[in-house]
């Protein structure tokens, strides 16, 4: 089973910028896709980027610009750095490796 846990959220501006991450317990973590999922209020989700082994990446189109992903194999970290932060970013951002293991969840809400 592996683990992960996701830290960095809270409370930001419009226009500011958080960095996300997520550690994970397992060298597997190197082998399978992983990426970030979102839960906005009211319960709607979408996939927000993700990040091959081969280090191909993909964006859904609201973030492209804004979010990037990346990953430290070696220290099992998971990353997604968020720009210019918009209000509608507003949601809890979860990590996953290959869309079967799920992190806890950290909230990001972007607000003046």
């Known amino acids: 089973q592996v683990q992960l846990v996701e830290s960095g959220g809270g409370l930001v501006q419009p226009g500011g910028s958080l960095r996300l991450s997520c550690k994970a317990s397992r060298d597997s973590f190197r082998l399978y896709t992983v990426g970030w999922y979102r839960r906005f209020p009211g319960n709607q989700q979408e996939p927000v980027a993700d990040?091959?082994?081969?280090?191909?990446?993909n964006y859904t189109d609201s973030v492209k610009g804004r979010f990037t992903i990346s990953k430290d194999n070696a220290k099992k970290i998971l990353y997604l750095q968020m720009n210019d932060l918009k209000p509608e970013d507003t949601a809890v951002y979860y990590c996953h490796l290959n869309w079967r293991h799920w992190g806890q969840g950290t909230q990001v809400t972007v607000s003046s």
């Open positions: 990040i091959s082994n081969t280090l191909r990446t």
